[in-house]
């Protein structure tokens, strides 16, 4: 799906939309290194450190999502340049079809609200700031309440 601000690319918001359609969505995990830097550090909470350095967290933290979830889909609603920096409000959607930190594939389908800060330099992606939305993840997989989803909300 291509949204109003994707048809709008430009040097920084460009390799983001890239991120998220040819490597997240479509599994095409050579364009990593193409818009990753080497320097490339992901600052997110929660993240195990295998999935914070380099082009090869990133195609690790995508193929850990592509392996539980397919009909994956990123819609980006809100796009904010300032120098250096692209943020984005999303809305993630998937179909969980596989073992996710310890549940097994239920068939739901998914979404949860999320935020990004990317740092874009020099044509590449060189940091990540991600904060989204797992407890109600959690929860429409079965492993939270829906009461709990809120009362953390």
């Known amino acids: 799906m291509t949204t109003p601000h994707e048809s709008a690319m430009n040097e920084k918001t ?66 904010i340049v300032d120098g250096d920096l692209v943020g984005l409000r999303w809305t993630w959607h998937a179909t969980h079809v596989g073992p996710f930190l310890g549940i097994p594939p239920t068939g739901a389908r998914v979404s949860i609200e999320g935020y990004d800060l990317i740092l874009v330099r020099d044509g590449k992606i060189r940091g990540a700031w991600v904060y989204q939305d797992n407890l109600d993840l959690m929860a429409q997989l079965g492993a939270a309440s829906a009461s709990q989803a809120a009362a953390e909300g």
């Not at 290194?33 to 082009?55: A, W």
């Open 14 to 79: 460009g390799p983001v939309f890239r991120s998220h359609q040819e490597a997240m969505i479509k599994g095409d995990m050579a364009v990593i290194d193409e818009l990753y830097g080497e320097d490339f550090v992901n600052h997110s909470p929660g993240l195990p450190d295998d999935m914070r350095n380099g082009p090869g967290a990133i195609k690790g933290s995508y193929g850990f999502l592509r392996s539980a979830f397919s009909d994956m889909l990123i819609e980006h609603h809100d796009v």
